[in-house]
């Protein structure tokens, strides 16, 4: 099992930036894949960002391409997500998850096996 533990939320004006960390124990070794996801009240959650955790391909939802940015450090097991120039639809719970194998699109959270418990970011002037 990988265990999956986010930090970084909060509120922040329309336009400011915030950078959520995610960071991974237990079989970090089983990882392909690490991806962001969120949900906002009264929505499904929905895809953000991935990163294949060896090779470090990026992904990115449409609606944050250009803004928020997926990175890794597979020496300590963490993974981030800067996240500028948010917008009010930007508000929801970002949670941080983990592929353990290789099938299934990465933008799927059916196809994620290890989630942390979520960090709140609220964009609000």
């Known amino acids: 099992q990988v265990q999956l533990v986010e930090s970084g939320g909060g509120l922040v004006q329309p336009g400011g930036s915030l950078r959520l960390s995610c960071a991974a124990s237990?079989?970090?070794?089983?990882?392909?894949?690490m991806g962001w996801f969120r949900q906002a009240p009264g929505k499904e959650r929905e895809f953000v960002a991935a990163i294949i955790w060896i090779a470090g391909r990026t992904y990115y939802a449409d609606s944050v391409k250009g803004r928020f940015t997926i990175s890794r450090d597979t020496a300590n097991n963490m993974v981030y997500l800067q996240m500028d120039s948010l917008k009010p639809e930007d508000t929801a719970a970002y949670y941080c998850?983990?592929?353990?194998?290789?099938?299934?699109?990465?933008?799927?959270?059916?196809?994620?096996?290890?989630w942390g418990q979520g960090t709140a970011v609220t964009v609000s002037s």
């Open positions: 237990g079989r970090t070794f089983s990882i392909t894949t």
């Open positions: 998850a983990a592929r353990l194998y290789t099938i299934g699109a990465v933008g799927s959270p059916q196809y994620y096996q290890s």
